[in-house]
């Protein structure tokens, strides 16, 4: 009798345990939607299957939309492994926010551009190491 107490306990924990990374994981996806990531990979979609075919287009648009479940899940879990639950909510509050809004809406071409600003100091510092060659 002892040993059957034990076991529902330890399922009821298993189970409380896997209800909270559940939600743990669904706050953290929409942290990552919130972020601007969705858009980001709409376009990524897009430009990706600018040339498919007209009448295939449709299609591809599903498939392509389908394999954002998987990459948010794992997108998910390397945040998850970086933030607590706690510090997802306050992140989530924050793009709910005006600036989080704003910041959401210019993170991605403010990171191309600092791209194209580190490419251009990288070919710089470049040079300068040629120069002690």
Do not use: C, P, R
């Not at 430009?47 to 498919?52: A, E, P, R």
């Not at 997802?88 to 990171?111: M, N, P, R, S, W």
């Amino acid at each position: 009798m002892k040993k059957i107490l034990l076991v529902g306990l330890f399922m009821v924990a298993m189970a409380a345990q896997a209800q909270e990374s559940a939600e743990f994981k669904a706050e953290t996806i929409e942290f990552i939607k919130l972020t601007g990531a969705g858009k980001a990979f709409e376009n990524a979609i897009d430009q990706i299957g600018y040339n498919v075919a007209e009448t295939n287009k449709e299609a591809y648009n599903k498939d392509a939309n389908a394999t954002l479940e998987g990459l948010y899940s794992k997108m998910a879990e390397l945040y998850m492994n970086e933030f607590i639950q706690s510090e997802i909510k306050e992140l989530v509050a924050f793009y709910h926010t005006d600036l989080g809004k704003k910041l959401a809406e210019k993170q991605l071409g403010l990171t191309q551009k600092a791209m194209g600003l580190g490419q251009a100091w990288g070919m710089e510092v470049s040079q300068i190491a040629q120069k002690y060659n």
